[in-house]
Antibody
């Protein structure tokens, strides 16, 4: 059974970098997309972007240049980095695996099929 | 980015009755390339992560009950999730999400509760 598990610090200081890793078990990240979604307290869901197994990525413009993602297929993991964090980045962060589909323009992310349980990150001094 | 608007935000339902949730997008989610509509539905049960219910407008995810169905008006901007014979296990927050145009965006969520 496919499982995803987020790991990383639960507390990050303002202006520092938030780093999370998603470990995939019971399935592979190869040929799939790793994606990150966050949920701020009492709010809805915000999609942060994706990393394809070959390293191609797309980031939500709302995060400007603060976000980056990477993948390590040998470890079946993918990671999120968010720089210059503030209290507004306090949220539950979910990693998820998404399928891929072929279009006239090439391969794109398809639906999000499986989610991790989420990890709570608080930005505070 | 595409704005997704759900109504209602709260939905009390009597067990055994049906429930409908609407989702509207600020622009069409209908692909001119392949004619598919890239709209998905998720349910976040209390204390859990979201789970996929419906993908590409009307396709049920593996293991999802046939009491749940997704549809669209044909305009590419108006969508409905319907749950028949509502049960206690259906409680949670339902989200629509578009992936026709990146960045993907979610609706605000509709909280279904049992009366």
């Amino acid at each position: 059974q496919l499982q995803l598990h987020e790991s990383g610090p639960g507390l990050v200081m303002p202006s520092e970098t938030l780093s999370l890793t998603c470990s995939v078990s019971g399935g592979s990240i190869n040929t799939y997309y790793g994606t990150w979604v966050r949920q701020s307290p009492g709010k809805g869901l915000e999609w942060l972007g994706y990393i394809y197994y070959n390293g191609n990525s797309y980031y939500n413009p709302s995060l400007k240049s603060r976000v980056s993602m990477s993948v390590d297929t040998s470890k079946n993991q993918f990671s999120l980095k968010l720089t210059s964090v503030s209290a507004a980045d306090t949220a539950i962060y979910f990693c998820a695996r998404a399928t891929s589909r072929f279009t006239l323009s090439g391969v794109v992310m398809d639906f999000i099929e499986s989610w991790g349980q989420g990890t709570r990150v608080t930005v505070s001094s | 980015e595409i704005v997704m608007t759900q109504t209602p935000l709260s939905l009390p339902v009597t067990p055994g009755e049906s429930a409908s949730i609407s989702c509207r997008s600020s622009q069409s989610l209908l692909s001119r390339d392949d004619g598919n509509t890239y709209l998905d539905w998720y349910l976040q049960k209390p204390g859990q992560s979201p789970q996929l219910l419906i993908y590409m407008l009307s396709y049920r995810a593996s293991g999802v009950t046939d009491r749940i169905s997704g549809s669209g008006s044909g305009s590419g901007t108006d969508f409905t999730l319907r749950i028949t014979r509502v049960e206690a296990d259906d409680v949670g927050v339902y989200y629509c999400m578009q992936r026709a145009v990146f960045p993907c965006t979610f609706g605000q969520g509709t909280r279904l509760e049992i009366k």
